[in-house]
């Protein structure tokens, strides 16, 4: 049966409890396979049976929780969704921040005065205004009542709402807490106000509005303060979605014509001037230029582009001018990829967050418990007055064990760290690829496009006397400018690189496994193995040394021959990208073995090995049995990482406990892999492994702050240290404890925008 993916923009899911009572919601539905609310991104990720799922109702179900749904998305689930819109979650987000600080502001304004005014004989200027049990004080307790139900109304709606939809579903969140908290203690106030012949003497008959207001207003404020800090976590995505540019300038009708981008179709031309956004992906039909490409390579230095060249939207044109043949439009852009790459890796859960998810699930049912306990035992065991300390110790620890911390730990960081590897041009699929990256102990690198070019260069021109470099090299790939072999192509495009003008060619013929012969300005030029010019009669004099040198070092020599004598020799290789050996080197200082994996014979890939820094070399392996190599490794007991960019690596990706594929490779590799590398560079595994450390160690700290908070937090709470020293939590000192523990785990997360990569690969 088909599955379809839906996201759901949110407006409510502002709490991880409350993100963990939606998804019991939504899970229930008809047709409901899985889904995951990340109250980070506010965005809910359903998949269902296509056929039989029902976005009307599953809108409705999430009203109801109270939660409004601002947007949805759907596709199937190996499909590419629709290229998303700019700014509209940021925008709601922003003005959700306005309204709760609103709501802060008016809970402070009532605040303020309801504290200095529940204790007036503290102060001597109000104790003789508002002396204990007289008429005076009694209205002013009813002005407090009043102010502090206004409070609740209208800063504290959220809560009970939230309660209520609770209890409809059967489930608990913060607002349980929050609304169980102060609704008690605001009730208790009022009943003892209005009906004080209700209890046994006048110390029960103390008011507690100001914890109501105190409470409430400093937990809007930590709400407050979380959403603005939330939406730094997703500064990644919306960066990559400010940089696309919202019109193009289209030649049509023989003329420039300035559309929006939504309206340029594949084939177009657009022009694409200095220092301008490339509005989408295509090719250079004329002009040159260099591009910044650092937006989603983590590249600084921009890439010369000439005719025929791929250039990606909206990366920066920085000085020449050209035209654009449009490839890719909406989704298909790489942009719309990147995006919907790192948007998916942010609606996954790390293996981790499962256990958090379920210790939350039980965790408020539990603390409502302990709270009822703790009631009961202060009220049968506690000092005088005991309703009062009772009332209070309840409150306290109803406020004080909010789990929100302990839920936002593990999606705050995990948000974080994949928003920073795809600035740097490193996209992890998913929370299960991140945190699998901080554990492996080996990493296979595919040599051909991975360590290497994946293309031959020239690297050594040899001359026998008296023939001289410059002038071998110009003879020889003169003659081989007809060749339509990749050896000979290398020769050309390596003399031309050294500014040397080639002579025509005529009288060309290639000889399989042989060589080639043509004539070069009189000159009769061979070249090719040994065999082949032996068999003209050419005598080699001492050349075959420097021939065996040359292979040894993993190169493909090829002997030259003018006018029947040896002219020396012109050695062609797959070279190693300058950065793979700073890469490796930082690999393995990471812990990390490295093996090298190829196709090729021992001793090339002996000879390439040593170049990099690589010990271990596994050889002559054919391309169906990569993934077998992989899963010998794995047998020896070791986590692998596979790196790799061809279509025949794509079982060894799957294979691997974490598959990284190199962006300008094929796309069934990027499909098949954990970790897409865009720039084509190991670095990038190196940059993947160390957000992936950095983004669990974060993990780590906050979980371990969010279950300390909590350990110690409720045993204090509940009166622990007033046996021993006296001192009993404040409720209104529980709430601002609770804000300032989420407030912590999100801006211990926030570090990792800050996040480098080390010098070695920077």
């Known amino acids: 049966m088909t599955v379809a993916r839906l996201t759901l923009t949110l407006d409510g899911a502002a709490c991880a409890s409350e993100a963990q009572s939606l998804e019991r919601v939504l899970a229930h539905a008809h047709g409901v396979r899985s889904v995951y609310v990340n109250p980070v991104t506010s965005r809910a990720t359903v998949e269902a049976d296509a056929d039989e799922v029902d976005i009307a109702t599953l809108t409705a179900l999430l009203r109801d929780a109270g939660a409004a749904v601002l947007a949805v998305e759907r596709s199937l689930a190996a499909a590419v969704p629709p290229v998303i819109t700019r700014g509209e979650t940021a925008s709601d987000s922003e003005r959700e921040y306005r309204r709760l600080m609103r709501k802060w502001w008016f809970g402070a304004a009532v605040g303020v005065p309801t504290m200095v005014l ?6 001597p200027v109000l104790s003789d205004l508002f002396p204990r049990g007289s008429e005076a004080l009694h209205h002013l307790w009813i002005a407090m009542g009043v102010a502090s139900l206004a409070v609740l109304v209208y800063s504290g709606s959220q809560f009970f709402v939230g309660f209520l939809e609770s209890i409809k579903h059967r489930s608990a969140t913060m607002h349980t807490l929050i609304a169980i908290g102060t609704g008690t203690a605001w009730l208790y106030s009022t009943v003892a106000l209005a009906f004080p012949q209700l209890f046994p003497s006048a110390e029960f008959t103390e008011v507690y509005y100001d914890v109501t207001v105190v409470v409430t207003a400093l937990v809007v404020l930590g709400m407050a303060m979380e959403i603005r800090a939330r939406g730094r976590t997703s500064e990644a995505i919306k960066k990559l979605i400010g940089l696309q540019p919202r019109t193009a300038r289209v030649i049509r009708a023989g003329g420039e014509e300035t559309v929006p981008i939504e309206d340029v179709r594949v084939g177009e031309l657009v022009v694409v001037r200095p220092s301008e956004r490339i509005p989408l992906d295509g090719t250079l039909a004329s002009g040159s230029s260099a591009v910044d490409e650092s937006m989603l390579t983590g590249e600084s230095m921009p890439v010369d582009k000439v005719v025929g060249d791929e250039v990606i939207g909206a990366t920066m044109n920085t000085h020449g001018a050209f035209t654009l043949r449009v490839t890719k439009v909406g989704a298909d852009t790489a942009l719309a990829s990147i ?9 996954t859960k790390v293996p981790i967050q499962r256990i958090v998810d379920r210790v939350s699930a039980y965790f408020t049912p539990v603390v409502v418990m302990l709270a009822i306990a703790g009631f009961a035992i202060w009220y049968d065991l506690g000092p005088a007055p005991a309703f009062a300390y009772a009332t209070i110790v309840m409150v306290t620890t109803l406020i004080i064990a909010c789990p929100c911390a302990l839920g936002m730990a593990t999606p705050m960081s995990l948000t974080t760290g994949i928003g920073k590897a795809a600035e740097h041009g490193v996209l992890i699929r998913s929370g299960e690829a991140l945190q699998g990256a901080q554990r492996l102990q080996t990493i296979v ?11 031959p260069a020239l690297t050594d021109v040899v001359p026998s006397p008296p023939f001289d470099e410059g002038e071998l090299l ?13 050896l000979g192509a290398a020769v050309v495009a390596g003399a031309r690189a050294r500014s040397i003008d080639l002579a025509p060619a005529t009288s060309f013929v290639a000889l399989p496994g042989g060589g080639i012969r043509a004539l070069v300005e009189g000159h009769d030029i061979r070249i090719g193995n040994e065999g082949y010019l032996r068999q003209a009669g050419i005598d080699l004099g001492g050349l075959p040394g420097p021939w065996t040198v040359l292979a040894e070092e993993g190169k493909t020599p090829m002997y030259v021959g003018i006018d029947g004598r040896a002219a ?3 050695a062609v290789a797959d070279t190693v990208k300058e950065d793979s050996v700073a890469a490796i080197k930082r690999l393995r200082e990471l812990g990390l073995e490295v093996v090298m994996l190829t196709g090729d014979n021992r001793r090339t890939a ?5 170049q990099v820094g690589v010990d271990r070399v596994l050889a002559d392996v054919q391309p169906g049995d990569k993934a077998m190599e992989v899963r010998k490794l794995q047998l020896e007991g070791s986590r692998v990482g596979m790196v790799g960019d061809g279509t025949n690596d794509a079982p060894a990706l799957t294979q691997a406990d974490v598959g990284f594929a190199i962006g300008t490779g094929t796309d069934v ?11 084509g560079s190991l670095k990038g595994v190196v940059l993947a492994i160390e957000v992936s450390k950095a983004t669990m160690r974060n993990v780590y700290q906050n979980l371990f702050g969010a279950f300390v908070y909590n350990s110690l937090g409720l045993p204090v709470a509940l009166g622990a240290l007033y046996p021993l020293f006296g001192i009993l939590l404040s409720p209104i000192l529980a709430a601002a404890a609770m804000s300032f523990s989420s407030v912590t785990v999100i801006s211990n997360a926030d570090r990792l925008r800050h996040f480098r990569p080390k010098e070695a690969h920077a």
């Open 474 to 486: 110009r003879l020889a790939a003169s003659a081989e400018t007809g060749s339509e072999h990749p």
């Open 445 to 455: 690198l595919d040599k051909t496009g991975t360590i290497t070019r994946g293309e």
């Open 339 to 347: 995006v919907r790459l790192v948007q998916d890796a942010q609606a």
């Open 606 to 610: 002996q000879a390439i090995a040593r």
């Open 118 to 123: 529940s204790y007036p004989w503290l102060l």
């Open 568 to 570: 020396g020799l012109v």
């Open 669 to 679: 590799a990027i499909e098949a892999a954990d970790v897409t590398l865009i720039g």
